[in-house]
């Protein structure tokens, strides 16, 4: 059992859906295998990233439709549909068609602000409005507005055999409690908990006043909570990568122990202008990675997780680090399967 404040009461994975360009249907069975792997092991959600002119899902909703009529228990999440890509009245009608399909499990997780590389797409994305667009927390008010049942239109009635309504339709009953921001600095956790959101916390924050990266995202944490009407019961997850290596074969543990050295210079010191921060990926048996999850400030801060599948492994090697973190780690932090 975790000595953490808060015993660990929900445990799921991310992954990013990587596939062959020249085979794409592969890599998107693959993904939807997992994730009715992630059921069988008793998880409690599976999340999908969102990645946009790259070898990974584009359109975690489409994917995640498909999702819900291969399971019927595990929740489906997204982390984070950039908002500054959609149309909010559309993403509204998408996600409350899937919340539908899925009745009642999808948690939609959203970010804002310009999207990356956006100078050189543009002019595809918004050939008329680009310079206008708004990327701004504005743009989650108008998809909560969507979602909640809000009138989107002025016309509402029969009109020969069809009939109009002036909200989105679908409406997702509780889906509006469902959606998640995916925050990376105390401004947008702090507008997250103003607004009733429920929190993602990532392996990547901002370092603003802070270069520990465990402290930075407890504070933030600390923060969502104190300006949330739900106080200290409202909801936060944190993510890093975990990868346990209890069933893995020789092979897959040097490749592990590969991946995360490659990727720890980038954790020692914040990135950029921005000054981001990277977590260190934690590899090891799961009495180890529980032992570092443990003495972790942002982990002991909630009592859900969300751990991210790292980027470029194999399907079997997927299937090993979830069965470990299933059958090994998270007993070990006091979660237990649901069934």
Request: aromatic share 8%; charged share 20%.
């Amino acid at each position: 059992m975790t000595d953490a404040a808060r015993p660990l009461t929900r445990l799921g994975f991310l992954t990013i859906g990587l596939f062959d360009p020249a085979d794409p249907s592969g890599g998107h069975e693959s993904t939807l295998r997992i994730i009715e792997l992630g059921e069988q092991l008793g998880f409690d959600s599976a999340w999908l990233r969102d990645r946009h002119l790259q070898y990974g899902i584009s359109s975690p909703v489409a994917v995640l439709a498909a999702a819900t009529q291969r399971t019927s228990r595990i929740e489906l999440g997204t982390a984070v549909i950039p908002l500054g890509l959609e149309n909010p009245f559309r993403l509204a009608e998408d996600l409350s068609t899937v919340d539908v399909l899925s009745r009642g499990r999808l948690n939609p997780g959203v970010s804002v602000g310009p999207p990356m590389h956006f100078d050189a797409f543009k002019e595809h994305l918004y050939p008329d409005t680009w310079a206008a667009e708004n990327f701004t927390y504005e743009r989650v008010e108008r998809l909560l507005a969507a979602v909640r049942g809000d009138a989107m239109s002025s016309f509402a009635g029969t009109e020969g055999i069809e009939t109009f309504s002036t909200s989105i339709q679908p409406h997702a009953a509780g889906l509006i409690d469902r959606i998640w921001y995916g925050a990376a600095s105390l401004s947008s956790a702090a507008w997250a908990g103003e607004h009733g959101l429920n929190l993602l916390s990532s392996s990547v924050i901002k370092a603003e006043d802070d270069d520990d990266f465990a402290r930075i995202q407890e504070a933030q944490i600390a923060l969502f909570r104190s300006k949330h009407p739900l106080g200290e019961a409202a909801r936060a997850s944190q993510g890093l990568v975990v990868i346990p290596t209890d069933t893995a074969t020789p092979e897959q543990r040097a490749k592990y122990h590969a991946y995360a050295e490659s990727r720890f210079a980038r954790t020692t010191s914040p990135q950029g202008p921005a000054r981001m921060l990277f977590a260190p990926d934690i590899v090891g048996s799961s009495e180890q990675v529980a032992d570092a999850l443990r003495a972790h400030a942002g982990f002991r801060s909630v009592d859900e997780v969300v751990f991210a599948l790292p980027f470029s492994f194999e399907h079997d090697d997927y299937v090993q680090i979830l069965t470990d973190m299933a059958t090994s780690l998270g007993p070990l932090l006091g979660w237990a399967p649901r069934v």
